[in-house]
T-cell receptor, first 115, second 116 residues
Framework: AQSVTQLGSHVSVSEGALVLLRCNYS??????LFWYVQYPNQGLQLLLK??????LVKGINGFEAEFKKSETSFHLTKPSAHMSDAAEYFC?????????????FGTGTRLQVTL | GAVVSQHPSWVICKSGTSVKIECRSL??????MFWYRQFPKQSLMLMAT?????????EQGVEKDKFLINHASLTLSTLTVTSAHPEDSSFYIC????????????FGSGTRLTVV
């Protein structure tokens, strides 16, 4: 079984400030972890993913996340927020790379960026 | 990069009618596709796993006779909402694994269904 917990359904930061979106996971097997962004009335766009190897993962648009097994966390960060980063962010986990492996989502965090 | 095309992007239909949503993988083969439903300001709820050439696997609580899934080829899966009612109004999203490198999932752009 696997699950994802995203702390904070809503996060507000000023433009230029650090963005930190929290994600903790639970998995009985080594997890594959993902962060997706969703803009209104659109599908999901992959920001970054961790499967194996380096625990610090860099993604698109300046985002990065670090897989910390001891803390079962995969928090998403960006050094400097931009207005265009305002969106819904979802953390997700799957158990393998198999094509039929399900993706389990967290409840999402809405990021607001203010001037 | 990998692309999943989903159509239509929005549809309005009358109660009692059926609506078909298509999901195509454009540049990779997808033996498995996933169908999600998303309520306003909520996360994605997996409805079913669509398997090419075989029956779909539905999640608990999802009515298989209401949400018909057909995966006729390696690049096409369809979701038909039969005898639609206002409570079926929602945002439906498909996804497929493949084309994004190891482990990646590609999502369609979603379909906003409104039943009046």
């Amino acid at each position: 079984a696997q699950s994802v917990t995203q702390l904070g359904s809503h996060v507000s930061v000023s433009e230029g400030a650090l963005v930190l979106l929290r994600c903790n996971y639970s998995s009985s097997v080594p997890p594959y972890l993902f962060w997706y962004v969703q803009y209104p009335n659109q599908g999901l766009q992959l920001l970054l993913k961790y499967t194996t190897g380096a625990t610090l993962v860099k993604g698109i648009n300046g985002f990065e996340a670090e897989f910390k097994k001891s803390e079962t966390s995969f928090h998403l960060t960006k050094p400097s927020a931009h207005m265009s980063d305002a969106a819904e962010y979802f953390c997700a986990v799957s158990s393998s790379t198999g094509t039929a492996s399900k993706l389990t989502f967290g409840t999402g965090t809405r990021l607001q960026v203010t001037l | 990069g990998a692309v999943v095309s989903q159509h239509p992007s929005w549809v309005i239909c009358k109660s009692g009618t059926s609506v078909k949503i298509e999901c195509r993988s454009l540049d990779f083969q997808a033996t498995t596709m996933f169908w999600y439903r998303q309520f306003p300001k909520q996360s994605l709820m997996l409805m079913a796993t669509s398997n090419e050439g075989s029956k779909a696997t539905y999640e608990q609580g999802v009515e298989k006779d209401k949400f018909l899934i057909n995966h006729a080829s390696l690049t096409l899966s369809t979701l038909t909402v039969t005898s639609a009612h206002p409570e079926d109004s929602s945002f439906y999203i498909c996804s497929a694994r493949g084309g994004q490198g190891k482990g990646g999932y590609t999502f369609g752009s979603g379909t906003r269904l409104t039943v009046v």
